[in-house]
């Protein structure tokens, strides 16, 4: 195995956030309203477009695009750089916790030193996450990161897989992807031809359990890194 394919949230690092808290919302209706000039009722617009998202075609937004069109729509105007510092205001004023769990830098930098291939497929907004990656050090370790809402399509969306697998031509047969949620990551990563590993986290689907994941999986672990890392680094070395 040389292609080492990761999740992000859940499976590298812990993340909490609160977009529901009514002080969050009104911190951040302040701060668009600042930065647009005017009053933006911002809110009824995100609930529908999250709404309008959860359908199930596994479609997925940009909210720095989203973000201008609701100024336009309020008759405001706001710039490109604008939506995007609004977008990690966001970010910053949801977020509760963001943490690598332990030992995941080491498990990354056994793989990368022993030749491995390492990628970053995530639902994520690239807005602010590239950012949080950065902030995490993990940048370094990937030969490519592609966010959902960069491609249109999240997973469990074969689109978003196949773009991964077309893009960095990679061999499936040669791939494992690596995820803490079954329905999301493990089922459609199989479906692609990879092997897949399932860790099971704080963060996983209330759904999930590792029974389950030890059904559709090649390997599952519960919280254990150390012990996915040492199942990696055997399918690494062959």
Same mark, same amino acid.
């Given at each position: 195995?040389k ?5 992000? +949230?859940?499976?590298? &690092?812990?993340?909490? =956030?609160?977009?529901s ?24 617009y995100?609930?529908?477009l ?6 199930g075609d ?8 989203? *973000? ?7 008759? &405001?105007?706001? $710039?490109? $750089?604008?939506?995007?510092?609004? &977008?990690?205001?966001?970010?910053? %004023?949801? !977020?509760?916790?963001?943490?690598? +769990?332990?030992?995941? =830098?080491?498990?990354?930098?056994? %793989? ?7 990628y970053?497929? $995530? ?5 602010f996450?590239r ?5 995490? #050090? ?26 991964? *697998? ?36 704080d963060?996983?689907?209330? #759904? ?7 059904q559709? &999986?090649d390997?599952?672990?519960? #919280?254990?890194?150390?012990? !996915? ?6 399918? %690494?070395? #062959?």
């Open positions: 195995m292609n080492f394919i990761f999740d992000l +949230y859940g499976t590298l &690092a812990d993340v909490r =956030t609160d977009e808290s009514v002080r969050f919302r009104k911190k951040f209706s302040l701060y668009l309203s600042s930065e647009c000039g005017k009053e933006v009722e911002f809110w009824k995100y609930d529908k999250c709404a309008d998202y959860s359908s596994n479609r997925e937004f940009d909210i720095k695009e989203h *973000i201008v069109k609701a100024c336009t729509e309020e008759g &405001a105007v706001i $710039s490109d $750089s604008g939506a995007a510092r609004a &977008a990690v205001v966001f970010r910053r %004023l949801s !977020l509760k916790k963001l943490k690598l +769990y332990r030992g995941v =830098t080491q498990m990354l930098a056994s %793989l990368k030193n022993g030749g491995a291939k390492i970053l497929l $995530s639902n994520a907004q690239s807005a996450t950012g949080e990656i950065d902030s995490l #050090g993990l940048t370094p370790f990937f030969d490519g990161m592609e966010l959902s809402s960069d491609f249109g399509y999240k997973k469990p969306s074969p689109l978003f897989f196949n773009h991964l *697998i077309t893009k960095y031509n990679l061999d499936p047969a040669q791939s494992v992807f690596v995820g803490n949620d079954i329905g999301s990551d493990i089922v459609p990563a199989k479906a692609a031809g990879m092997s897949a590993a399932y860790i099971l986290s963060i996983s689907p209330a #759904g999930d359990d590792l029974y389950r994941a030890q559709v &999986a390997f599952a672990v519960k #919280g254990d890194v150390k012990t !996915l890392s040492e199942y990696l680094l055997q399918l %690494l070395k #062959g």
